[in-house]
């Protein structure tokens, strides 16, 4: 038997009181960090500011990287820019070589642009300043390399016109060249939009390099999308959500972006706005319309719309109106890279390029439905087949993006147009089927037509069998 004495008692209930005081404290001090902490996220995520995104260079998506069916489209073959990409010895030669002839033709003080983008008290590691460090979704960016890209790439777009001899200008062949001007389009590759504003002091040297590099891959340039003033020094610099052009793009590609969407969207949005439309689901999806053998055979006309520069469709009174769209050997690395950018966790959008690439995949199923396509004007295609073309969106079939408005209008559009075609479309569905499976080569066709010979010459022994001629 132990005995415990009194004292003793009495101080261990004041040690342990002392500890559930502490513990207390403790506790106190968590609960208060944890409600400063989100109290603060609550702020950042509510505030007037938050209308923009912030502008930075960043990765394509890890989930989107490692799809083997994307890869191609997000490594850049002759030319490495930013941070992201591994340098190449045959790019850092242009890179070097083309930045050297552009400060030679402005007469640019490089010692001048240094005192611009370096942060004085970090001089001798050639570090930036802190506005510039935040353009970067990385540790480390250095002035020397802003500097050399930044006149690399403006020499490039500047000797792309089409009047300029680039072999000579620029001293690369063409195979060579037509590689660069891929490599501009990754998202991986993008250098800040204000570097080229820096270096190109000149806005309407600015703004004929950006109508280069839209005509380059195809885009027509009269609708293009006008640049903001130019930023006054260590003003903040923003990056507008969808609809607002009073803004500097973050970059190349997205000036790109800017330039197919500058169709007006409240035209689009104007007609839906006084519907309610029901969100089916939450959960990312493909817009499952019909193709366009499916659609013909609902009755639904679909032509080229008067817009070029526009990715937006409109279905009005049995009428489907699609944009002009030129397929060559960049369109894959456009779109791709333009998916990418969208499915940035910080880039707030409507995923209208997205939203569009479902749509044609759905569109597009068989090389007929792309010569359909290519016979209305749709579809200028600059590949070897249709083939080339309709195996190419399908590849874009593995796309998935949330239910947007106005794909989800036009969907519901078709559909019910659908409701009232549902024998005919049934019907082309069958022959369809039928055409697969029987009319897929010549050794299919010349065995229908075997077997069909077969049937006849059956019918025709059976049926004198059951009649013989009168002796």
């Known amino acids: 038997m132990v005995l415990v004495s009194n004292k003793t008692i009495g101080t261990t209930l004041v040690c342990t009181k002392r500890t559930m005081e502490a513990d207390d404290s403790v506790f106190t001090e968590w609960a208060s960090d944890l409600c400063e902490r989100i109290e603060e996220s609550e702020k950042q995520l509510t505030r007037a500011g938050n209308r923009v995104s912030r502008p930075k260079i960043q990765r394509v998506p890890k989930y989107m990287a490692e799809k083997p069916e994307f890869h191609r489209y997000y490594k850049p073959q002759m030319f490495s820019l930013g941070v992201f990409n591994p340098k190449t010895t045959q790019g850092e030669q242009y890179k070097e070589a083309w930045a050297a002839m552009y400060l030679k033709d402005t007469n640019l003080n490089v010692k001048d642009l240094f005192r611009e983008i370096c942060d004085e008290n970090r001089m001798k590691r050639w570090l930036l300043k802190p506005m510039w460090q935040k353009l970067y979704d990385a540790p480390t960016v250095y002035a020397d390399h802003i500097i050399v890209?930044?006149?690399?790439?403006?020499?490039?777009?500047?000797?792309?016109?089409?009047?300029?001899?680039?072999?000579?200008?620029?001293?690369?062949?063409?195979?060579?060249?037509?590689?660069?001007?891929?490599?501009?389009?990754?998202?991986?590759?993008?250098?800040?939009?204000?570097?080229?504003?820096?270096?190109?002091?000149?806005e309407a040297r600015l703004e004929k390099c950006l109508s280069n590099f839209l005509q380059v891959h195809g885009i027509q340039v009269e609708t293009a999308p006008k640049l903001p003033r130019k930023k006054r020094e260590n003003e903040e610099v923003k990056v507008a959500v969808d609809g607002d052009d009073d803004e500097d793009p973050v970059h190349l590609l997205d000036y790109l972006r800017r330039a197919l969407l500058t169709r007006d969207q409240h035209t689009f949005y104007k007609a839906i706005n006084h519907k309610k439309i029901k969100r089916r689901s939450l959960h990312l999806r493909k817009y499952r319309i019909g193709t366009i053998r499916e659609l013909n055979a609902a009755g639904i006309r679909v032509r080229k719309n008067s817009h070029n520069n526009s990715v937006y469709p409109s279905f009005k009174d049995g009428m489907l109106q699609l944009p002009e769209l030129i397929v060559d050997g960049s369109t894959a690395h456009i779109f791709f890279n333009l998916v990418a950018y969208e499915m940035c966790p910080d880039f707030r959008n409507n995923f209208e390029i997205s939203s569009f690439l479902v749509f044609m995949s759905s569109l597009i199923d068989q090389p007929e439905d792309v010569k359909k396509l290519r016979m209305g004007g749709i579809i200028i295609n600059e590949l070897a087949s249709d083939k080339e073309v309709a195996d190419l969106f399908n590849k874009m079939d593995s796309i998935l993006v949330p239910e947007t408005l106005l794909f989800a209008h036009i969907r519901d559009q078709i559909h019910s147009h659908f409701e009232s075609k549902q024998g005919r479309i049934r019907m082309l569905s069958w022959m369809g089927e039928a055409y697969n499976t029987f009319f897929r080569s010549p050794w299919t066709i010349i065995a229908l037509l075997a077997a069909t010979l077969g049937l006849l010459l059956t019918f025709i022994q059976t049926w004198f069998a059951i009649h013989p001629k009168a002796s």
Not at 167 to 178: A, F, G, N, P
């Open 149 to 202: 890209e930044a006149c690399c790439v403006l020499h490039l777009l500047e000797k792309s016109e089409s009047s300029v001899d680039p072999e000579q200008e620029l001293k690369i062949s063409i195979d060579k060249l037509v590689r660069v001007h891929q490599d501009l389009l990754i998202l991986d590759n993008q250098i800040p939009f204000q570097s080229l504003r820096l270096l190109c002091q000149d």
